[in-house]
């Protein structure tokens, strides 16, 4: 599917969102996106249209807080709208669905520049380009604290949505997709190191395998999740919902060479990362033990009779994800 061609805009260096205006804002901003194939009608109206072929539309928020889930002097603004793009992305695929087109609210400080704005759209743009998705609306508000509030749309194909309340015991645990990766970054850029670069860009621009969602749905997958929080604790909800244990097995996870030499130089478990961290967005799914993987899947555990989510058997004593309020 060819990406959506952008439109040559004047940038906004140099230009206060308040001297721009709200609506010339939204002006520069909007002519820097492109219609996906599910856009009926974009940015410009009350609402837009967006094709939607069964009937049935897929849909989540998720919204990030400078200072809580990003800051500028650790990425640039077309970074922060990949994350953006990507949290939510990756939730519409954890459904088994096609992304189709997202929804962008930005709340920001009046003296923030408008290319910053603008830049922030070309990453959004650019990640749902990967999938054939574009965006199609939102919202622009004066605030305090620069916040970033999207919706996600998707198409689930005539497919029931794969739920986390469907694992049953006996079923298996699979992967696809990489842990560990963005939580390693967050800790070297916490601790004022830039390197190694892997690692850095890895929390700065996720490497989501969208695909991955919509084919575990064609495969039988009996529950899924995105690995947003950390391993243990998505687990723990596909756990919690579909009233069964989960085991994971401990051999499944290796740490990277250069995940290991940085935990070693930070003093860290690397381990850590891999069963705790969030934000690289992996696909986890649980299929009947009888179907052999797709490909790109490998398996990480079993759906057991009982309650949480164990390593070998044990409960594992670090932290198991990321908790907004804590």
């Known amino acids: 599917m060819p990406a959506p061609v ?30 996906g194939h599910a856009t009926l009608l974009g940015p410009g109206d009350d609402a837009a249209v967006v094709h939607a072929p069964d009937g049935r539309v897929v849909a989540s928020t998720d919204v990030l807080v400078e200072g809580r889930h990003f800051r500028r002097d650790w990425a640039t603004a077309v970074d922060i709208g990949h994350r953006a793009a990507a949290a939510n992305l990756a939730d519409i695929a954890a459904m088994g669905a096609v992304p189709t087109a997202l929804l962008v609210a930005l709340c920001m400080p009046p003296d923030l520049e408008a290319q910053w704005a603008e830049e922030l759209a070309d990453g959004l743009a650019a990640e749902a380009a990967r999938v054939g998705a574009s965006v199609v609306g939102g919202d622009m508000s004066a605030s305090p604290t620069l916040t970033i509030a999207v919706t996600a749309l998707g198409d689930l194909g005539g497919r029931a949505p794969v739920v986390r309340s469907g694992a049953r015991a006996g079923d298996v645990v699979a992967l696809a ?17 830039r390197t190694p670069k892997v690692l850095v860009e890895a929390y700065r621009r996720p490497e989501v395998p969208y695909g991955a969602g919509p084919q575990a749905a064609r495969h039988g997958a009996t529950a899924m999740i995105d690995v947003s929080d950390g391993l243990l604790a998505d687990l723990g909800h596909v756990a919690a919902a579909s009233r069964v244990g989960i085991d994971l097995l401990g051999a499944a996870f290796e740490v990277p060479d250069q995940m290991r030499d940085a935990a070693h130089a930070l003093g860290v478990d690397p381990l850590g990362w891999v069963l705790g961290g969030g934000d690289d967005h992996a696909i986890v799914a649980a299929f009947p033990e009888d179907l052999p993987l797709p490909t790109g899947f490998r398996l990480i555990g079993h759906v057991v009779h009982g309650a949480g989510v164990t390593v070998d058997g044990r409960t594992y004593k670090g932290a198991a994800g990321w908790d907004h309020f804590r």
Request: aromatic share 8%; glycine share 18%.
């Open 6 to 35: 952008r439109r040559p805009v004047r940038s906004g260096a140099g230009v206060s969102v308040a001297r721009a205006g709200e609506f010339g804002l939204i002006a520069r901003v909007t002519a820097r996106l492109a219609s």
């Open 177 to 193: 997709g990489r842990l560990g990766y963005a939580a390693a970054g967050y800790t070297v850029l916490s601790r004022g190191f």
